[in-house]
Nanobody, 128 residues
Framework: QVQLVESGGGLVQAGGSLRLSCANS????????MGWFRQAPGKEREIVAA????????YYADSVKGRFTISRDNAKNTVYLQMNSLKPEDTAVYYC?????????????????????WGQGTQVTVSA
């Protein structure tokens, strides 16, 4: 069973930083592309960043380019999202997601429909 657990969310002032972590703590480790998504109240869930299985490919939403960095440590079964220069509009529940082993090693999926495994989410609130 694949189990993804996010941590690191919280309340931060605008301009501040947070680092989110997503650990695969289930019995089955999924060696796959990983993504971070977010969903604000009343809005659709949207991609924030994605990283391929071999870390060679990454994708960032335009709204976070230059401020957020996705990375992974396969030895620790963990993916990270470093968030700097946070803005109030970054406020949302952040979810990590895992792709499948059928996806190419250097592919970083952008669509939520390409991710069958999801964590429960962690709240990020940025105050003005």
């Amino acid at each position: 069973q694949v189990q993804l657990v996010e941590s690191g969310g919280g309340l931060v002032q605008a301009g501040g930083s947070l680092r989110l972590s997503c650990a695969n703590s289930g019995r089955t480790f999924i060696s796959a592309a990983m993504g971070w998504f977010r969903q604000a109240p009343g809005k659709e869930r949207e991609i924030v960043a994605a990283i391929s299985r071999n870390s060679e490919s990454t994708y960032y939403a335009d709204s976070v380019k230059g401020r957020f960095t996705i990375s992974r440590d396969n030895a620790k079964n963990t993916v990270y999202l470093q968030m700097n220069s946070l803005k109030p509009e970054d406020t949302a529940v952040y979810y990590c997601a895992a792709g499948t082993t059928r996806q190419s090693t250097n592919y970083a999926p952008r669509s939520r429909y390409e991710y069958p495994y999801w964590g429960q989410g962690t709240q990020v609130t940025v105050s003005a």
